[in-house]
């Protein structure tokens, strides 16, 4: 019995070093200054230092990533939800979307935060700085609804 425990655990072990040489893509794509979301909408400090906090390493071209996105199979499953953070929706290329888009965005971010859908929970249970409280969830939403508002006008 312990044999077949020890060879057993040395067969998941090479597994795993194994499994360090599959490549994965952690990329930061170039950003454009005159794309970011600072550049096109006015973005109290508070509200972005609630971005930058809870935010940038999914939906922006910045991430940060931890020693734990070098590691596989975590790495895989982190690439991923980079990627389809920044595909729903990046601060980093926020010129690029049209009037109709943006909106639709910002309708999307204070639903997301409201509902605790964002950051994502299994995220901010590791990364506990990126919880939102209720007055930061409160600020996002009151500055997207006048971000709405200023939008509208403008057209």
Known sequence: ?????KWAAVAVGAVLVALQFRPVDRTNPAV????????????PGDVKAILDRSCRDCHTNQTQWPFYAYIAPVSW???????????ELNFSQWGQYDGDAQQDL??????????????L?????????TRLTADDVARVCTWTSETRKALREAE
């Open 121 to 129: 929970p299994s995220y901010a249970r590791i990364h506990r700085s």
């Open 77 to 87: 499953d982190i690439v991923e939800h980079v990627n389809g953070g920044r595909q």
């Open 32 to 43: 454009d200054p005159g794309q970011v979301l600072e550049r096109h909408l006015t973005v």
């Open 106 to 119: 910002l309708v999307a971010i204070c639903r997301q935060v409201r509902g605790g859908k964002m950051p």
């Open 1 to 5: 019995m312990r044999r077949a425990v």
